[in-house]
């Protein structure tokens, strides 16, 4: 499985984004994919997850304001996250995740940046 993100920025306060993670290879062995962020001196946190059936689960802290969703077409998964009213406490390289039987895997850090 390969992870590929993308779609991080410099974003004023209360602005949207919207990140991309593409999953390629062995995408038939992915049971959930997700987003997860590290903050400078912090500990990596989940944000949201996806199912393969299409359940969600986001992190309290971005209830209401982000929304994790994904899509399946030309023989990749796509994993989307819609950041709406961001704040600079959501400031972080975000990390796009894939979960299979056998392991676990990480995409690249697309880091995002909230201004005051």
């Known amino acids: 499985v390969q992870l590929q993100a993308s779609g991080g920025g410099l974003v004023q306060v209360g602005g949207s984004l919207r990140l991309f993670c593409a999953a390629s290879g062995s995408i038939s062995s992915i049971s959930v994919m997700g987003w997860y962020r590290q903050a400078p001196g912090k500990q990596r946190e989940l944000v949201a997850t996806?199912?393969?059936?299409?359940?969600?689960?986001?992190a309290d802290s971005v209830k209401g304001r982000f929304t994790i969703s994904r899509e399946n077409a030309n023989a990749k998964i796509t994993v989307y996250l819609q950041m709406t009213s961001l704040k600079p406490e959501d400031t972080a390289v975000y990390y796009c995740?894939?979960?299979?039987?056998?392991?676990?895997?990480w995409g690249q850090g697309t880091e995002v940046t909230v201004s005051s």
């Open positions: 995740k894939a979960l299979t039987p056998n392991r676990n895997y």
């Open positions: 996806v199912t393969r059936g299409g359940g969600t689960n986001s």
